[in-house]
């Protein structure tokens, strides 16, 4: 099989290199990738993911077997629908199925639709009756852009100052464009977050094993809200029972649900989920692999990545097997992140018994320098969260961080 990623952060890194492990695969393409992917024998492709033309031509010229989408931003614009119109197999979800992304109102009508346990809400479009609301609410209160912010449209404000400035922020300063002109207010709830991810084929559901991310910047969880700043899996907090109620609950309800609304699904569905007293509740879903998840279920997986999309997609049962092991990641990102940062510096070399997945750079791939937030994450795995803890902390300390931060805490939840 010859394949090809669009996309180009650490999760599709990730993802091309489980592809890439596979015997039944010769090739893994990536556009447009990055210069840090070729270290693993990715083949890098300069072109931009809003290209559909040229990405399809692509595709067609190398006889590609099919295409992986690996962020949200081009399942929204539609480019599975123009894949799917020209005849290429291609895996990831429309985009009237992506639309569980792309709007938190459309999934919040879907899982009041279909009973799925989420924070009671309410959406505005005018921001007077938005601050009115928030001011009868109180806080804790939840305040979401309703479009895409990269992972940082939510502010979780523990104060009613706090809420009032985030409106402010995301409907009259739109900071987030477009997608904060409509915002959702929800409930604060209360529990440990999970991420649980599921392959998805209409109403088929093959859930992964679960993760737990770390939005914000610095440890003990302060700081501003990022794209994620590491992530581990298993979490030995949260029982299997309430994963097995997530499955039942939230991610069959769900799948049966799209199919019902007429929007069927098929790809990744993740679901940012939180285990309350009344049990698990969802807080988003994504239709993607998440970031930086992605980068600790992977290498936990041991089946084949690349036949479980081929199955999936030749309408195959898809057999999903996993090691007892834990993993760990770790994301290095620029200081002054998210917030204006630093551009430019050289990026050091890891060594160790880790990997390493590569976001925010460019140069070549001998010497690679920082282009983005996010810069790369390391990630390693053991027999235990602690052992892996020690394996990605002792790379990273071995080497120069200068001008670059990340947290020391990533995992440490487990051990409450």
């Given at each position: 099989?010859?394949?090809?990623?669009?996309?180009?952060?650490?999760?599709?890194?990730?993802?091309?290199?489980?592809?890439?492990?596979?015997?039944?695969?010769?090739?893994?393409?990536?556009?447009?990738?990055?210069?840090?992917?070729?270290?693993?024998?990715?083949?890098?492709?300069?072109?931009?993911?809003?290209?559909?033309?040229?990405?399809?031509?692509?595709?067609?010229?190398?006889?590609?077997?099919?295409?992986?989408?690996?962020?949200?931003?081009?399942?929204?614009?539609?480019?599975?629908?123009?894949?799917?119109?020209?005849?290429?197999?291609?895996?990831?979800?429309?985009k009237q199925a992506a639309m569980i992304e792309g709007s938190?109102?459309?999934?919040?009508?879907?899982?009041?639709?279909?009973?799925?346990?989420?924070?009671?809400?309410?959406?505005?479009?005018?921001?007077?009756?938005?601050?009115?609301?928030?001011?009868?609410?109180?806080?804790?209160?939840?305040?979401?852009?309703?479009?895409?912010?990269?992972?940082?449209?939510?502010?979780?404000?523990?104060?009613?100052?706090?809420?009032?400035?985030?409106?402010?922020?995301?409907?009259?300063?739109?900071?987030?464009?477009?997608?904060?002109?409509?915002?959702?207010?929800?409930?604060?709830?209360?529990?440990?977050?999970?991420?649980?991810?599921?392959?998805?084929?209409?109403?088929?559901?093959?859930?992964?094993?679960?993760?737990?991310?770390?939005?914000?910047?610095?440890?003990?969880?302060?700081?501003?809200?990022?794209?994620?700043?590491?992530?581990?899996?298993?979490?030995?907090?949260?029982?299997?029972?309430?994963?097995?109620?997530?499955?039942?609950?939230?991610?069959?309800?769900?799948?049966?649900?799209?199919?019902?609304?007429?929007?069927?699904?098929?790809?990744?569905?993740?679901?940012?989920?939180?285990?309350?007293?009344?049990?698990?509740?969802?807080?988003?879903?994504?239709?993607?692999?998440?970031?930086?998840?992605?980068?600790?279920?992977?290498?936990?997986?041991?089946?084949?990545?690349?036949?479980?999309?081929?199955?999936?997609?030749?309408?195959?049962?898809?057999?999903?097997?996993?090691?007892?092991?834990?993993?760990?990641?770790?994301?290095?990102?620029?200081?002054?992140?998210?917030?204006?940062?630093?551009?430019?510096?050289?990026?050091?070399?890891?060594?160790?018994?880790?990997?390493?997945?590569?976001?925010?750079?460019?140069?070549?791939?001998?010497?690679?320098?920082?282009?983005?937030?996010?810069?790369?994450?390391?990630?390693?795995?053991?027999?235990?969260?602690?052992?892996?803890?020690?394996?990605?902390?002792?790379?990273?300390?071995?080497?120069?961080?200068?001008?670059?931060?990340?947290?020391?805490?990533?995992?440490?939840?487990?051990?409450?």
């Amino acid at each position: 099989m010859k394949v090809l990623i669009i996309g180009s952060g650490g999760r599709e890194h990730a993802i091309a290199k489980k592809i890439l492990s596979s015997p039944k695969v010769s090739a893994v393409y990536c556009a447009m990738g990055n210069p840090g992917m070729e270290k693993d024998g990715i083949q890098t492709v300069a072109i931009q993911e809003d290209n559909h033309p040229e990405l399809i031509e692509f595709a067609q010229e190398q006889e590609i077997t099919w295409t992986f989408v690996g962020p949200e931003v081009p399942l929204l614009n539609g480019l599975v629908d123009d894949f799917q119109a020209a005849g290429l197999m291609v895996f990831g979800p429309n985009k009237q199925a992506a639309m569980i992304e792309g709007s938190k109102e459309f999934a919040k009508e879907i899982m009041v639709n279909n009973q799925i346990p989420t924070a009671a809400y309410k959406s505005f479009t005018d921001y007077e009756e938005a601050v009115a609301y928030v001011k009868e609410q109180g806080a804790p209160i939840v305040i979401k852009a309703d479009g895409l912010a990269a992972g940082k449209g939510v502010t979780v404000a523990m104060t009613l100052d706090e809420a009032l400035a985030a409106l402010k922020e995301m409907m009259t300063d739109l900071k987030f464009g477009a997608s904060g002109s409509k915002v959702v207010v929800e409930e604060f709830l209360e529990g440990e977050e999970f991420s649980l991810l599921a392959f998805v084929r209409n109403e088929e559901v093959y859930p992964m094993v679960i993760s737990q991310d770390h939005k914000r910047a610095y440890d003990q969880d302060k700081g501003p809200n990022t794209g994620g700043m590491g992530a581990y899996s298993p979490v030995p907090q949260i029982s299997e029972t309430t994963v097995q109620e997530a499955i039942d609950k939230v991610l069959h309800p769900a799948a049966s649900g799209m199919v019902e609304n007429g929007t069927p699904f098929t790809g990744i569905l993740y679901a940012g989920l939180i285990s309350t007293k009344e049990g698990p509740k969802v807080i988003e879903f994504n239709a993607r692999f998440g970031d930086p998840e992605t980068q600790v279920v992977l290498p936990r997986m041991a089946s084949d990545l690349a036949v479980i999309i081929d199955d999936l997609l030749e309408g195959k049962q898809p057999e999903l097997k996993w090691k007892e092991n834990a993993a760990v990641g770790v994301v290095v990102a620029a200081e002054g992140y998210p917030a204006s940062y630093k551009k430019g510096m050289a990026i050091p070399d890891v060594a160790g018994e880790i990997n390493v997945y590569y976001a925010g750079v460019t140069g070549e791939s001998e010497q690679l320098t920082a282009s983005g937030g996010r810069v790369f994450l390391v990630e390693a795995e053991a027999d235990t969260i602690e052992a892996a803890q020690a394996k990605v902390y002792q790379a990273l300390e071995s080497v120069d961080t200068t001008d670059f931060f990340y947290r020391n805490d990533i995992g440490d939840k487990s051990k409450r």
